[in-house]
């Protein structure tokens, strides 16, 4: 089985896309808010790693690769929808257990997004080294006061969120369609990409809205000391794959 997505979509549509989202959270509570509470007990648990081996400061970059890895992560909700609107019955062993129609690619794709976060985590302490030297990593109260009140801390600030900001519409741009379409049907990983390139292209408006939707919706559930990720999180990945389908031909 092939697919393709068309190259026109409404200025309107993300809205649409999150309105059906939300009635997948509120079709199905129990499974959504479970998803989004496991999403943020692994948060939890490497935020806990990082304070215990004293570089707290590094949940700055991990708060950006919650956004750069949340195609991969968002896949059971993938399934929850599609089992939905499929009329299909959904539990959560559906959810946490899914099966992919290209399960060689998207692993393959996985790596890559993995790859590109680990990257991004190494430019940040680049970028630490940079602007503060050869220092090691101040706890997080230090740190916070450094980087908003000094001048090295406020380059490294601005730096990071450029590059940051480039990293994440190239990883948006190639996975914006391409997660949902590897896990939907038997196709490559680099068709995949291509179609979400080419779509993300010619539709600058439409997708442009959807990325600031998600940026915006993630950044609130991070900035409410992750709590609001529980619905954050479902609410986004259900709202991708019904942007998948809205797209596919």
Same mark, same amino acid.
């Given at each position: 089985?092939?697919?393709?997505?068309? =190259? #026109?979509?409404?200025?309107?549509?993300?809205?649409?896309?999150?309105?059906?989202?939300?009635?997948?959270?509120?079709?199905?509570? =129990?499974?959504?808010?479970?998803?989004?509470?496991?999403?943020?007990?692994?948060?939890?648990?490497?935020?806990?790693?990082?304070?215990?081996?004293?570089?707290?400061?590094?949940?700055?970059?991990?708060?950006?690769?919650?956004?750069?890895?949340?195609?991969?992560?968002?896949?059971?909700?993938?399934?929850?929808?599609?089992?939905?609107?499929?009329?299909?019955?959904?539990?959560? $062993?559906?959810?946490?257990?899914?099966?992919?129609? $290209?399960?060689? #690619?998207?692993?393959?794709?996985?790596?890559?997004?993995?790859?590109?976060?680990?990257?991004?985590? =190494?430019?940040?302490?680049?970028?630490?080294?940079?602007?503060?030297?050869?220092?090691?990593?101040?706890?997080?109260?230090?740190?916070?006061?450094?980087?908003?009140?000094?001048?090295?801390?406020?380059?490294?600030?601005?730096?990071?969120?450029?590059?940051?900001?480039?990293?994440?519409?190239?990883?948006?741009?190639?996975?914006?369609?391409?997660?949902?379409?590897?896990?939907?049907?038997?196709?490559?990983?680099?068709?995949?990409?291509?179609?979400?390139?080419?779509?993300?292209?010619?539709?600058?408006?439409?997708?442009?809205?959807?990325?600031?939707?998600?940026?915006?919706?993630?950044?609130?559930?991070?900035?409410?000391?992750?709590?609001?990720?529980?619905?954050?999180?479902?609410?986004?990945?259900?709202?991708?794959?019904?942007?998948?389908?809205?797209?596919?031909?």
């Amino acid at each position: 089985m092939t697919a393709h997505v068309e =190259r #026109q979509l409404r200025l309107d549509q993300p809205w649409q896309w999150l309105a059906e989202g939300w009635n997948d959270v509120l079709a199905m509570p =129990r499974i959504s808010l479970t998803y989004g509470a496991v999403f943020l007990a692994q948060i939890i648990i490497v935020s806990l790693g990082l304070v215990y081996f004293e570089i707290s400061a590094l949940v700055f970059p991990l708060a950006g690769g919650v956004i750069l890895l949340g195609p991969m992560l968002a896949a059971g909700l993938y399934e929850a929808s599609r089992r939905l609107h499929a009329g299909e019955s959904v539990r959560l $062993s559906d959810v946490f257990i899914v099966t992919s129609q $290209s399960p060689g #690619q998207l692993a393959f794709f996985g790596v890559l997004l993995f790859l590109i976060f680990l990257a991004w985590v =190494r430019i940040a302490t680049l970028l630490f080294a940079l602007c503060f030297g050869q220092v090691a990593i101040p706890p997080m109260e230090t740190f916070l006061s450094d980087l908003l009140l000094t001048t090295p801390g406020l380059t490294m600030l601005i730096l990071g969120t450029i590059i940051g900001a480039a990293i994440a519409m190239v990883i948006f741009t190639i996975s914006a369609f391409s997660v949902p379409m590897l896990f939907d049907v038997d196709v490559d990983v680099f068709t995949a990409i291509s179609e979400s390139v080419n779509t993300v292209r010619n539709n600058p408006g439409p997708m442009l809205l959807w990325a600031w939707l998600i940026l915006v919706i993630m950044g609130a559930g991070l900035a409410t000391a992750g709590i609001g990720l529980i619905i954050a999180f479902p609410l986004i990945g259900h709202a991708t794959w019904h942007a998948y389908k809205s797209a596919v031909a």
